[in-house]
């Protein structure tokens, strides 16, 4: 009977878990439906001011004219900014991060690591812990811009980093996250954030840079560049955060199924522990009958 009870006791608590589990599925997919209608319609805006911001900056590069965020130089003092998440139970969601993050350190810029020039601006709890664990630089951290992601705030750090990049403090700005492509899958994205690069991305044609710039391009230099990627900053932060969702939903839909699993084979396991005490009662009954005989 003491197998019986450890059985009941396994299946009221993997029972109790798979209510917590069912629950948190429920919390991630109301999130993940909110936070998605934001980077959807964000996007294609995006998308098309950084195509614009591109040619903008070969059109200043050809007219000579200085672009502070386009800075040449050979990078020598690295800051990378690493997008997790505050909370766990999303499966390798944040593992990921910081595994790209090293390999970034380990394979393009392991002299400056060495120099002691790179340098993490953490965005996420678990992405802070594990680097400071690991004895990485950290600038700075900002987990609580993930409570409430809104535009002001995370273009409030974006300003921060681009003071730091014009002022001299990083010769470079990258940042890693995860890109959400729909609630199963999200795809790990590294790309610079500073400089600006003046040429298109690989495998996508460049428009033709043939713009009407009013009033100047100077005032166009000092407006729409900030602007711009303050938008590609948000982008990437609002990013991840719907990407987190999408990843918790999708483990804690896993775990749900997993408990219901489990609950069945250990109830199976229960019915013929049972099965097999009724059949030993009856027979030490029989045999007691038999040896009154």
């Known amino acids: 009977m003491a197998n019986l009870k450890a059985i009941r006791i396994r299946i009221t608590s993997v029972k109790s878990t798979r209510q917590i589990t069912s629950a948190m599925k429920m919390v991630a997919a109301a999130k993940l439906r909110k936070a998605q209608d934001k980077i959807v319609r964000l996007r294609p805006y995006a998308n098309k001011l950084h195509e614009i911001l591109v040619n903008l900056s070969q059109s200043l590069a050809d007219a000579e004219i200085e672009n502070v965020y386009s800075r040449a130089s050979i990078p020598e003092k690295i800051l ?51 680097l400071r664990k690991m004895k990485f630089k950290i600038a700075a951290e900002s987990n ?120 069945r084979e250990l109830t199976l396991q229960y019915n013929k522990a049972r099965q097999a005490a009724i059949t030993g009662q009856i027979l030490e009954v029989v045999s007691g009958a038999e040896a009154l005989k």
């Open 80 to 130: 990378i900014v690493v997008v997790t998440s505050n909370r766990g139970l999303c499966g390798a969601f944040n593992s990921n991060v910081v595994k790209e993050a090293r390999r970034l350190v380990a394979d393009n810029y392991y002299e400056q690591y060495k120099k002691g020039n790179v340098e993490f601006l953490a965005i996420g709890k678990k992405g802070y812990d594990t």
């Open 144 to 263: 609580e811009l993930l409570n409430d992601v809104t535009f002001e705030k995370v273009s409030a750090l974006a300003e921060k980093v681009m003071y730091g990049f014009v002022r001299g403090d990083y010769d470079r700005v990258e940042l890693i996250y995860n890109h959400f492509k729909n609630a199963a899958v999200q795809q790990l994205t590294t790309e610079v954030f500073l400089p600006v690069e003046s040429k298109p991305e690989k495998g996508k044609a460049s428009m033709p840079a043939d713009y009407i710039y009013e009033p100047d391009k100077e005032a166009i230099v000092r407006e729409l560049i900030p602007k711009s990627l303050k938008i590609q900053f948000y982008k990437a932060v609002l990013d991840s955060y719907v990407a987190e969702n999408g990843a918790r939903m999708t483990a804690m839909h896993k775990a749900t199924d997993n408990a219901t699993q489990m609950i």
